[in-house]
């Protein structure tokens, strides 16, 4: 029997957890990753030699690869000095190197796949440079992931400056795929990025994958503040075509109360409720947490678990 072919969209630290689950289980993975990040030194790279985002691709790469606490630790290295390389990370600075090389973030990226023995494929929504644009619930724009996640406040849509070409081999994956999985995450910055554009919509309608939602566990300050589970359903349907999401995981493990607070107070952060009632759709309850050092994370091990037993029912 063949290993079941998954599409994770999405970007950022919650797309890297669920990745380096999934790695563990006999899957066809393709992560395909947003790259409209222009902070710290993704945002200098891009502006000095005109790329795409490579923070989020860094942090897949890493999260797939075979060797990941090696691995980790050298492409995550960030240098701290007084010149040119101050902020710059090891995995920044390759990928600029190799898109300057081979052409695009597409081929430097199948190059470094070779050093770094992934699980699996990753693959950049596109190769342009993007600007994500953001429109807030005043009508005020704000232009650039980083502004608008700095930004105090409510997001009531995004959208790209210019609609980018998207990568063919996305398209393809997401057509000949068995799951579709929009990771948790960002929701505005970086899963909805990835359904911004037509052709990703359009491949999605003509597959037959089952399309899965991880939720976040807790909501995030200006994105879904407020918002329970069927909101962020919903949100996402919004964005999607024809073809809607089938199946949620949600986490109901209990968390102290103690925790909690830290996130109300420090960052602004509520835990999201499980609205049973609204979810209409298959809602995969489990406890799914993994905290360290008081930091909430989903298990990762657990979570593609649940996901392997889904698709192989």
């Known amino acids: 029997m063949d290993d079941k072919k998954i599409v994770v969209l999405g970007g950022g630290t919650g797309q890297s957890v669920l990745l380096s689950g999934l790695k563990r289980f006999p899957f066809n993975i393709t992560a395909v990753v947003s790259v409209c990040d222009d902070g710290k030194s993704t945002g200098k790279l891009r502006r000095e030699f005109n790329v795409p985002a490579m923070g989020d691709i860094r942090r897949v790469l890493i ?24 902020g710059h990370t090891v995995g920044n600075i390759m990928l600029t190197a190799l898109i300057d090389i081979f052409g695009s973030m597409s081929e430097g990226i199948k190059q470094i796949t070779k050093i770094l023995n992934l699980k699996g494929s990753v693959l950049p929504l ?11 619930e005043d009508g005020s724009i704000v232009e650039g992931e980083h502004n608008i996640t700095l930004c105090d406040k409510k997001i009531k849509r995004v959208y790209y400056k210019k609609n980018p070409k998207v990568n063919k081999d996305v398209v393809k994956s997401i057509k000949n795929a068995d799951a579709i999985i929009l990771s948790m995450g960002s929701i505005y910055t970086s899963i909805i990025p990835n359904l911004l554009c037509k052709d990703v919509i359009k491949a999605i309608d003509e597959s037959n994958a089952k399309i899965i939602y991880v939720c976040n566990i807790m909501s995030q300050p200006g994105e879904t503040d407020g918002f329970k589970v069927s909101d962020h359903i919903n949100l996402l349907n919004s964005y999607l075509g024809n073809r809607k999401i089938e199946c949620v995981i949600t986490n109901n493990e209990k968390i ?23 979810i209409k759709i298959t809602n995969i309850k489990r406890p799914l947490v993994k905290i360290e050092e008081e930091v909430i994370r989903h298990d990762s091990v657990k979570l593609a678990l649940e996901i392997m037993n889904f698709l192989t029912k």
Do not use: P, W
């Not at 999260?63 to 101050?86: M, P, Q, W």
């Not at 596109?126 to 807030?136: H, Q, Y």
């Open 126 to 136: 596109t190769d342009d440079n993007v600007t994500l644009m953001g429109e807030m």
């Open 63 to 86: 999260a797939l690869s075979e060797t990941e606490d090696i691995i980790g630790k050298l492409v995550n290295y960030r240098f701290e000095t007084n010149g040119d390389f101050d």
């Open 256 to 278: 102290s109360k103690s925790v909690q607070r830290k996130y109300e107070t420090l960052e602004q952060k509520d835990l999201v409720e499980i609205d049973d009632k609204n």
